[in-house]
């Protein structure tokens, strides 16, 4: 990618970016399009549906909170990871992901240990969650982001983590956070440690995702290669699946063991 030079970094560059779905160049909303199936896929999950009714087992939601911890634990990482590839100064679009992934990594300070008293709340030891071995399938996805974000360039790292996996934790949270009869299931005295992981997120604006994918556009310049282009969907979809066969393990392992 040529770089746009600047002879200062406007003032503009570190205001948050505008989140434009629909204002986006034709092969962004493309991709939006052509990966909607594979994320409704993963937000539409029967176990997301099985938790929102507090009908889920014990046993398959505790392997959903153990499964998914190096995801949430490391979710910090990849960021910073993302944060080394941008250099301040002269480039717009870098200068605008250096600060929307600085501004990220800020929010994420607390939400590992939230997520530690969530668990707690469904009867998690600590140990349990930290020493944890879920299905290989369940931790392919977080193994998948530390990869993404160490190796590929920015606007693939992005479109795998800011874009597709916290856009669509975004869409399921909204919903489970949004349940009483979820809410309802812990005592009042602990409801509040409970549910601040779930509420945290699902107070994220709908239009994050989007705002990454305003900074990947930008990052990819107004006429990017196909190759490239091909590179950013292939992230969103890997990451995506790698989603969905972490939810579908956690069903069969979980059915599995009260079999
Ligand atoms: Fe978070």
């Known amino acids: 990618m040529q770089p746009r030079r600047l002879e200062r970094a406007p003032a503009q560059a570190l205001q948050r970016p505008a989140a434009r779905p629909d204002g986006h160049p034709q092969w962004a909303r493309d991709l939006v399009a052509e990966s909607r199936a594979a994320k409704d896929a993963v937000a ?3 176990a997301w549906r099985l938790m929102r009714e507090a009908t889920i087992s014990r046993r398959l939601h505790q392997l959903m909170l153990v ?8 979710f910090p990482d990849f960021l910073a990871l993302n944060l080394l590839k941008t250099s301040h100064g002269r480039d717009e679009a870098i200068n605008a992901a250096r600060a929307w992934l600085a501004r990220n990594l800020r929010s994420e300070t607390r939400h590992a240990e939230w997520y530690l008293d969530w668990a707690a709340a469904l009867g998690l030891a600590r140990d349990a969650v930290l020493d944890g071995t879920p299905p290989v399938e369940m931790t ?3 193994d998948w982001c530390w990869r993404v974000c160490h190796a590929a360039p920015l606007p693939e790292a992005m479109a795998a983590t800011n874009y597709a996996v916290e856009g669509v934790t975004g869409d399921w949270v909204r919903a489970v956070a949004a349940s009483e009869v979820y809410r309802g299931q812990f005592a ?3 409801r509040e440690s409970a549910m601040r992981w779930l509420d945290a997120h699902a107070d ?6 989007f705002e990454a994918l305003d ?3 930008r990052l990819l310049g107004p006429d990017p290669a196909p190759g490239r282009v091909a590179a950013v969907r ?6 995506y699946a790698l989603y969905r066969t972490a939810l579908d393990v956690a069903q069969t392992c979980a059915a599995a063991e009260r079999a």
């Open 215 to 217: 900074i990947i556009v």
């Open 67 to 74: 499964g998914f911890w190096p995801l949430v634990a490391r």
């Open 44 to 46: 539409q999950h029967e």
């Open 140 to 142: 392919a996805i977080a």
């Open 188 to 190: 009042a005295s602990e």
């Open 204 to 209: 994220y604006d709908a239009a994050h995702p």
């Open 234 to 239: 292939a992230a969103v979809l890997k990451s």
